[in-house]
């Protein structure tokens, strides 16, 4: 068995050293495959399903989802106020984010930015998050092999 598939580096060697010993994989969970989940799905909370913490896992969809739809409300929102002004105008017109600003209200754009701010923030946290759960993986990924020795 590749024990540095699954374990940091101390830990294969410690391992490696029990030859006679055989272990079973179908439980653990590579490193690369661990960083892949949480760079493809950790924004959703998919890193967090497959490590075995449902809860936050639900927590980090439920925040994405929150902030996602609050985001697509409010350009809507701001979108259909500015087709609506701008509907009756004809002929050559130019349109400038300060006109719309006008339009749209002052606090809707702002609201936006605030909204774009916090998704920034999320995305920091999901990183981060990340890499706890490549560290809990390697951890679990741990306790699951040291079970194994007779």
Same mark, same amino acid.
């Given at each position: 068995m590749e024990f540095e598939k699954y374990v940091s580096e101390l830990d294969s060697l410690e391992f490696s050293k029990l030859k006679s010993q055989k272990f079973e994989d179908k439980d653990l969970i590579e490193k690369k495959s661990m960083v892949i989940i949480s760079v493809l799905g950790g924004l %959703?909370?998919?890193?967090?399903?497959? $490590?075995?913490? &449902?809860?936050?896992?639900?927590?980090?969809?439920?925040?994405?989802?929150?902030?996602?739809?609050? %985001?697509?409300?409010?350009?809507?929102? $701001?979108?259909? &106020?500015?087709?609506?002004y701008y509907g009756n105008v004809t002929g050559n017109i130019t349109i400038t984010?300060?006109?719309?600003?006008?339009?749209?209200e002052k606090g809707l754009f702002s609201l936006m930015y605030a909204l774009i701010a916090l998704f920034v923030l999320y995305v920091a946290f999901v990183i981060f998050d990340g890499y706890l759960c490549y560290e809990k993986n390697l951890k679990n990924n741990y306790k699951i092999l040291k079970s194994q020795i007779k």
């Amino acid at each position: 068995m590749e024990f540095e598939k699954y374990v940091s580096e101390l830990d294969s060697l410690e391992f490696s050293k029990l030859k006679s010993q055989k272990f079973e994989d179908k439980d653990l969970i590579e490193k690369k495959s661990m960083v892949i989940i949480s760079v493809l799905g950790g924004l %959703i909370g998919v890193d967090r399903y497959m $490590i075995g913490d &449902k809860a936050k896992g639900v927590i980090k969809s439920v925040s994405f989802a929150s902030i996602f739809i609050s %985001i697509i409300t409010v350009l809507t929102i $701001i979108t259909k &106020k500015v087709l609506d002004y701008y509907g009756n105008v004809t002929g050559n017109i130019t349109i400038t984010i300060k006109d719309n600003i006008a339009i749209a209200e002052k606090g809707l754009f702002s609201l936006m930015y605030a909204l774009i701010a916090l998704f920034v923030l999320y995305v920091a946290f999901v990183i981060f998050d990340g890499y706890l759960c490549y560290e809990k993986n390697l951890k679990n990924n741990y306790k699951i092999l040291k079970s194994q020795i007779k």
